[in-house]
Nanobody
């Protein structure tokens, strides 16, 4: 049974930082490119960042490029998202999943709220 458990979100002021984690189980994590996604209130889910299986290559949405960093630890079956210089428009529920369909069942996500 696949499980994706996101954590690390919270309330942060503009300009602040957070580090999100996603613990994966039930599939061969090291064989899967992984991505972070987010869904803001009233908007569709969007792709934020992707990392290849061994972590050698990453890609980012233009809106987060230079501010967010995706990484992974295959020994821990965990993918991370370091978020710096946060903006109010980064407020969303953040999810992890594989990089392309078919997606695994989505986890509950972790809410990040950027507000002063």
């Amino acid at each position: 049974q696949v499980q994706l458990v996101e954590s690390g979100g919270g309330l942060v002021q503009p300009g602040g930082s957070l580090r999100l984690s996603c613990a994966a189980s039930g599939f061969t994590f090291r064989a899967s490119a992984m991505s972070w996604y987010r869904q803001a209130p009233g908007k569709e889910r969007e792709l934020v960042a992707t990392i290849t299986r061994a972590g050698g290559s990453t890609n980012y949405a233009d809106s987060v490029k230079g501010r967010f960093t995706i990484s992974r630890d295959n020994a821990k079956n965990t993918v991370y998202l370091q978020m710096n210089s946060l903006k109010t428009e980064d407020t969303a529920v953040y999810y992890c999943n594989v990089d392309q369909p078919p997606y695994y069942t989505w986890g509950k996500g972790t809410l990040t709220t950027v507000s002063s």
